[in-house]
């Protein structure tokens, strides 16, 4: 007797009439999404294998199970491991002749998760699915109705991504056609690539707001890794050599540091796969939020004083600066009286920015602004602290993004050539040296 004739025996778990048809059928659901095991260690699959392949040999099926013989189905299936040829003729002939759903719906799992396009593999167990359709596990049978290109093992992840590219919400979309898992490995892995090549530059806010859709899925985890890097650069791209309208900079910096951190100091791995380019983008806009905050708290701080006055005019200085597309980089460190102005707006808005700066420990009225433009650092300070500038690579010039300053350690002395009070043009004087 067969593997298959001796699970052919077992009894069959069907549903009796009084089971609740629509609990049935959300269970069935849940499993086809997630799964109904937990997934098999490296070392336990290997494990299984041996034991199949001299199962085989001796054509003894005495203590193996019908789970476990699911596991084996979809670890084939899905390419997780490497099997014995013997072992494989031997699924490839069972299974053309299997009726048990358990196995199929096995099946149907490692064929999603391991569908790769143009490999007769692919080909060969979707023809299989295709033969052995009504033994299928009715949940599998809707989705190969709702997605028939899972059997074009040419082109239907191509077909599907094109498809995905005119949908508004595209992980919402996939979920509607039965997808269990749009971000899951295989077929959706390559659905992916395509509906990315696909897409056009996202240059303003619709299209932008279809790619997060996609990795910041509603109800369900973030894409993560090199797919979800791979969209990130893409939504940054357009954006290197000029600035995006403000609503839509806003919605992406939002977006990106809540899902995947700031790219100063959190999630270095993902950033990098983002690379270079996209990481300065970042940084240009995490400038330009770092420097309202500052000036928003310095104002507050210094409104009730002589030099409050001088904000506003150095505002827009700055901000222009930043609007050119001229400042790469900008972080806040704030004197005791600003810092618990910050924390109170940190507190009161709900806005991360306000808690993200420097502490100034020596002149602890002083709140500085420390940019880098090019290879220029600039200092601007509050309280008549003068405008200082350093090359990036000079002995004594601050870094940006530390958690202390002691300024007292990069001040230069009075009429020195590199620092310049805010009066006449200082202005002129800024834009000088900077170019």
Known sequence: MSLLDRIAALPSALPSAREPVRLVQAAERVKLRFGDRQPVKPEALDALIARFTLALARW???????????????????GIARFPAALEAFLLRELR?????????????????????????????????????????????????????????AAGALTFGRWLAAQAD??????????????????????????????????????????????????????????????????LRPWQDKMPPLELRALLLKALTETYGDPRRDNPQFWDRVGEDGRRVMLRWLAGQRMETFLDVVSRAEESLDGGQQWPARRRFWMGLYEQGRIDEAWPSFG?????????????????????????????????????????????GSHNFRVHIFRQDALGCPRLYESQYDARAFVLPNQHPDARVHIGDWMSWVRERIR
């Open 60 to 78: 003894d099926w005495a203590g193996i199970t019908e789970g476990q013989t699911a596991q084996i189905v979809r670890a084939w299936a899905a």
């Open 97 to 153: 002749q299997c009726t048990r759903v358990t196995l199929l719906g096995s099946l149907c799992d490692g064929f999603l998760a391991g569908w790769v396009a143009k490999d007769p593999l692919t080909a060969e167990l979707g023809q299989i699915i295709q033969a052995r359709a009504a033994w299928l596990p009715k949940a599998w049978q809707a989705v190969f109705r709702s997605v028939p290109e899972l059997f074009d093992a």
């Open 170 to 235: 595209p992980y919402q979309a996939a979920l509607g056609k039965g997808v269990p898992a749009p971000h899951g490995p295989g077929f959706m892995t390559q659905v992916h690539v395509a509906w990315l090549a696909i897409l056009p530059e996202p240059a303003d806010e619709l299209a932008a707001r279809r790619m997060l859709a996609w990795i910041r899925p509603a109800g369900a985890p973030a894409l993560d890794g090199d797919r979800a890097a791979q969209v990130v650069q893409r939504l």
């Open 336 to 380: 005791a009286d600003a810092q618990a102005i910050a924390d109170q707006l940190a507190r009161t808005t709900g806005d991360s920015a306000y808690s993200s700066y420097g502490r100034q420990l020596t002149l602890k009225n002083t709140s500085l602004l420390i940019m880098r433009i090019g290879r220029h650092v600039i200092v601007e």
